[in-house]
DNA sequence: AGACAGACCTGTGAGC
DNA sequence: TGCTCACAGGTCTGTC
């Protein structure tokens, strides 16, 4: 379900209610998710919220160091949504619902309520450096950040082989375009998404990269894509979709060309493009 | 190194 | 109504 726009848009739901307050407790119901929860997520129990942040589609929520200054505790809660997980602000002792797997209880009796009917999602502790993190350090750059742009993927790209669709969506390469916004980068940068990744020049690379960071930052404006089920912390969905070029338009008119957007699988997934703009 | 398939799970909608 | 099948927004792991 969520990719970097819809992550970001939980990050920015989430923050003001965490950051400087204390977690009273971290509620499991459920571990297993794609690896069991640890139990060092109750290492935020009685501890302040320092601050939360982003790495990729990870959610790192940081804690105060303690007093006593022990190393091995200083860092905090790592969050990935995986394909169908979501965050939601309630009070403690509200009910849980289907797929409502861990609490982070806070002491004002205030909730953030993780959720996952798949179990795709991972819920786990980083210790600091948070770049050390077995799931972080092999990341590549954020696509919004000023150390991306068309030069890195073109290097990056010589002598690759695989569909260029795959490329964009490796984490080594650049974080954060999932399945429906590397369809819409391609279509806008007017690339075939079948094309090998070593065969495109640096000049289409330079489009690319303006696509990938366009569309991620207009999907966050909009509180990012609901097809079927996402919902922000509040359990508003998000307004993309609308805007929406190719992403499961299959057989419709592409809006460029009129010409039927086609679908096919590449890297087992759907992968959705204009044939007569996209080459 | 890199390309690819398989794995992890539940839910939904289409077709019979 | 109920069965089966295809498909769904991610990404790690193992094999070649």
């Not at 022990?70 to 002792?93: K, T, V």
């Not at 996952?116 to 077995?134: I, N, Q």
């Not at 338009?249 to 699988?265: I, N, T």
Request: aromatic share 8%; net charge positive; with cysteine.
């Amino acid at each position: 379900m969520p990719e970097l726009p819809e992550v970001e848009t939980t990050l920015r739901g989430i923050e003001p209610f965490l950051t400087g307050h204390t977690i009273r407790e971290i509620v499991v119901r459920n571990a297993s998710l794609r690896w069991a929860v640890p139990p060092e997520v109750h290492l935020a129990a009685g501890r302040r919220v320092e601050s939360c942040w982003r790495r990729a589609k990870y959610m790192l929520v940081e804690m105060a160091p303690l007093r006593t200054g022990r190393h091995s505790q200083a860092g905090g809660l790592l969050i990935h949504l995986g394909m169908s997980g979501s965050l939601r602000i309630c009070d403690a002792g509200d009910a849980p619902r289907k797929h409502d797997h861990i609490d982070i209880v806070l002491e004002n009796n205030r909730c953030v309520r993780f959720n996952d009917p798949r179990r795709f999602g991972v819920f786990s502790w980083w210790h600091r450096p948070f770049s050390d993190h077995k799931l972080l350090k092999n990341l590549g750059p954020e696509p919004l950040s000023a150390d991306f742009c068309g030069r890195h993927l073109w290097n990056a790209s010589r002598g690759r082989k695989g569909a260029v669709k795959n490329f964009i969506m490796d984490g080594k390469i650049v974080v954060g375009v999932g399945n429906i916004y590397a369809s819409e980068a391609l279509f806008m940068a007017g690339i075939h998404p079948s094309r090998q990744a070593g065969r495109i020049s640096a000049v289409r690379y330079q489009a690319l990269a303006c696509a990938i960071r366009d569309v991620l930052s207009r999907a966050i404006r909009r509180g990012g894509t609901t097809l079927r089920d996402f919902q922000d912390t509040d359990g508003n969905p998000g307004y993309f979709a609308q805007e929406l070029l190719v992403y499961e338009r299959a057989g419709l008119p592409c809006f460029q060309c009129q010409a039927p957007v086609s679908r096919k699988v590449i890297g087992q997934r759907s992968s959705y493009f204009c044939p007569r703009c996209q080459r």
